[in-house]
């Protein structure tokens, strides 16, 4: 039979094999290397470099393995082994029904942050039923969130900002292809604004603890960008700063959303109570249960 074989340098395809000898090979491959979920790794790069649909997939398991995107195959699970997120290595990664590019520059969007668009989208809807809000998206990273709030209603005037300039050239060619028109600004946190006035501010800041970033999963840890992770000594930081520098706003938002991390909500909850320009705040949970996001409404 023929076989997939392996080296230290990397991982390599032997001529004349079928797609799922391709497959099992190098599936195999990410597994002695320690890499999670092996098979789903393998199936989602395998189809997307040969740009097969999950049917295409299947129904061309027994076929030839098309040795034209060989190379390139060769070298995604070459860097899959290495621990390098898929979501870099195909350089792209879908985000409420939209593809957005995604390089080291950004975090790979979650699916825990459609809900927080769904959040705010629901609750501007019952707040502004006409009329065109001004949003605001401090650290926008890939730009996932001012992007899809804006393609799912057009008639929000959205702005964003981060702090690196590398992670705004990705936004700024998503919203380009994606045909948003999204304002984009660099700076930290609200400083960019001063004097401006926003209806929503919606965040989703870096919220690791610092001493908890070496415990996350290698392909997070090694592999996504520092500044996007680490929200401090606590992870609280960016939330205290961004409460502090509303000041630098003409008036608080009528809608503020934040995105947190475990065990988090009570005292982002308490910084919104405490400033008191809102007199609803509530903490809306994930679908294991966990409080993500903090809202509040004035």
């Known amino acids: 039979m023929n076989r997939v074989r392996s080296g230290r340098g990397g991982f390599h395809l032997r001529e004349g094999l079928t ?47 098309p040795y034209e995107f060989g190379e390139r195959c060769e070298n995604a699970i070459t860097r899959k ?57 401090v650290g926008t990273g890939s730009g996932a969130i001012a992007i899809s709030l804006k393609l799912l209603r057009p008639e929000l005037v959205v702005t964003a900002s981060d702090i690196s300039e590398g992670a705004l050239g990705v936004a700024q060619r998503n919203a380009q292809r994606l045909g948003a028109d999204v304002e984009f600004r660099e700076g930290s946190l609200l400083e960019p604004f001063a004097g401006r006035a926003f209806d929503i501010l919606v965040s989703n800041p870096p919220y690791i603890p610092a001493a908890d970033i070496e415990e996350l999963q290698p392909e997070v840890r090694d592999f996504e960008p520092r500044g996007a992770l680490d929200g401090g000594p606590d992870g609280l930081w960016p939330y205290r700063e961004i409460m502090k520098q509303l000041g630098l706003l003409e008036r608080d938002p009528k809608l503020i959303a934040f995105e947190l991390g475990m065990g988090q909500a009570d005292a982002v909850e308490e910084m919104l109570r405490s400033r008191g320009s809102w007199r609803t705040i509530e903490t809306v949970f994930d679908l294991a249960g966990i409080g993500r996001h903090v809202i509040g409404i004035a």
């Open 19 to 65: 797609l799922r000898e391709a497959f099992a090979g190098a599936s195999s491959f990410l597994r002695e290397r320690g890499v999670e979920e092996a098979d789903d790794n393998t199936r989602l790069l395998l189809k997307e470099i040969l740009g097969l649909s999950g049917a295409q997939y299947v129904m061309a398991l027994r076929d030839p393995f």
């Open 81 to 137: 082994g290495d621990g390098e997120p898929a979501q870099y290595i195909l350089g792209d990664q879908e985000f409420y029904g939209f593809t957005f590019e995604v390089t080291p520059e950004v975090l790979i969007p979650r699916p825990e942050t459609e809900l927080l668009v769904e959040a705010v989208l629901t609750r501007a809807k019952a707040l502004w039923p006409q009329g065109s809000p001004a949003v605001l998206d």
